[in-house]
């Protein structure tokens, strides 16, 4: 392998049905700006809660993509 370098940045995804359509919404996302994207590793996941009922899931991943 060549000398390569690739940039990592934390993104924050959300879903009202789950916490993998929440990572889906967030790599789809970020698709649309960086180029060459590679891994996403799951740092965090939670949930928003209104009256008792959970309205949000949220995922936060840390997405790396190849330099140019």
Known sequence: MG???YQVIEL???SSDSWELAA???VREAA???QDLRVAEVVEM???IE????????????LSFKSS
């Open 32 to 34: 649309k700006t960086y």
């Open 12 to 14: 924050i995804g959300s």
């Open 46 to 48: 939670d949930v928003l």
């Open 51 to 62: 009256n008792g009922s959970i309205i949000a899931y949220r995922t936060k991943l840390r």
């Open 24 to 26: 889906q919404n967030a």
């Open 3 to 5: 000398n390569t370098v």
